[in-house]
C-alpha cells in the first residue's frame, strides 16, 4: 500500500449472518525512545462488520482509480509549484432513477481542494465525478496517502480505495539535436576547432538545403517549454558572431509527440542552404532549452534551462549542382571561366552537357596551411584579391585577424586546416617558396 496505508480485506465467517465481530492485533513500530524501553507496542482493534448482500444499486469505482484496486502502490505524481488535477469517478452497477453517487474523502495534504460532484454516476458511460486540484509547494516532496470511498445515496459504500499523492522534484527539459532524421552524438575525434572537448559536429555542403531539428523535451506534463538560439562561446568572431547561420530560418515552437515516460515535448527547425560564399563556414550555434517555474504568478516553482551546441562547418570549394546548371553558370558565380572548372573536374566528360543534378562540383584547389602562413600572401601568390580568398574562406570573413594573421604555427596546429583558391595563371607568382630559398646564397659564402 502506499506509503502510511494499511489495507485488509474482511469476510464474515458466516454469510448468512447480518454481523459479525473480527479482532485484530495491529503491531506499530517503536520509536527510538520506545525502542530502548521494551521495543514494539501491540494494540487490540475491533471491527464491527455489517454484511449486506450485493445490489444493482452499489457504487463502483471508474478509471483510473479503478486501477488502484489491482496495484496496491497506486500514485498520483505532482511537482512543486505546478497545479494539477486528478479525477475521482464512480457509478452505479445498474442504472436506478431513485439512487446516485457520492464520495467521501480522508484527510488532504495542505492546500489539495476538492470540487463538487459533477453528475449522478448513473452508468459507466454517464459517471459521477470529483475533481481534485493542488499545487504543492517544495517543501512537501514525498508520498501523502489519500483514501477515499465511493457512496450511493442509499448509504452503500465501494470498496476503499486509496493511492499516493506522489510530490517530486519538477524534471529539467532536456534539448536534443537532430540531422537526417537521427539525433546527434559527439564527434570522435574531437574536431580541432573543439579544443578536445567532446562535441557536435554537422558537415554541410554548399547549394543544398539542410536540416537541423531542435527538440526540447520535459518530463513534467504540467509544464511549459521554450527553445531559443544562444550565443555560443567558442567562436573567434565573439559578440559579432550571428546567433544564427547567415540566411537561415528558424521555424515557430511546434509540439512533439510527447516522451516514452510521459511529459510534454516541442521542436523547431534550423534551415540553411549555404550560398556561394560560404564554403569554409566554421561556426558554433547554441541552443536553450527552458521551461516556466510553476503556474500563476509569482515563480512557485524551479526554472530549468538545458543547452546544446553544434558546430556547422561547410565543405570548402565543393558546389553541389542544382538542376540544369552547366559548367559556365557556375564558372560565373565565382568570378572564374569554365576551362578552370573543367580541369578540377576531371570526371566530366564534356563542358557542354548539363551537369548531373545533386553532384558535388570543385570550384577551387584545396590547400594544405602551413606554419606561419597568412591568408593575405597565400592570395597574393595565386593571383588572386583579398576579397575573392575571403569569398571562399568563410571562416576569413568571421574572424576579424583571418587574412593578415597566421591562424597556426606550428606542424600540429596547422594539421587538417585547408584554405581554398583558385589560381590565376596571369597574376599569380611564377615562383615557389622552394625556388626562393634555393637562390638564396649557401650558408658561409661571399655575397
Known sequence: APSGLVQARLTCPNPAQPFCLWSLSVNAAPSAAAAQDG????????????????????????????????????????????????????????????????????????????????????????PATMTLRWQPSGGQLGAHPVCVDAVNSLGVAATQRCLALRVVPDTPPVVTLRYAGAPLAPASPAPRQCGGAPCMVVTLHMGRQHALTIEVADGNGADTVTVEPVRAERNSCNASCPLLPPGSTLSPLAPAPAPAGGGIAATRTLVFSPAYDDGGYMMEHCFRGEDSCGTGDGCPGVRHTHVQCVWLQVVRCQFVVRRGQQLQEIAAIYSTDWLQLWSLNPDLMHPDLDLEEGAPLYVGHDYMVQPFERAADVATRFGMDAASMAALNADLRWDPAGLTSPVCDSVTSCRNMWWCVIPNSCKGASGSLYAARAALPAAGSAR
Open 39 to 126: 521495543g514494539a507496542a501491540q494494540a487490540p482493534l475491533e471491527v464491527l462488520l455489517n454484511v449486506t448482500a450485493p445490489a444493482a444499486t452499489d457504487p463502483v469505482f471508474a478509471p483510473p482509480l479503478a486501477a488502484a484496486q489491482a496495484d496496491p502502490s497506486y500514485s498520483v505524481t505532482f511537482y512543486p509549484g505546478f497545479l494539477s488535477t486528478f479525477d475521482i469517478s464512480g457509478y452505479l452497477s445498474s442504472a436506478s432513477a431513485s439512487a446516485y453517487v457520492g464520495f467521501t474523502v480522508g484527510p488532504l495534504p495542505d492546500g489539495a481542494r476538492l470540487s463538487a460532484v459533477r453528475g449522478k454516476g448513473l452508468s459507466a458511460a454517464a
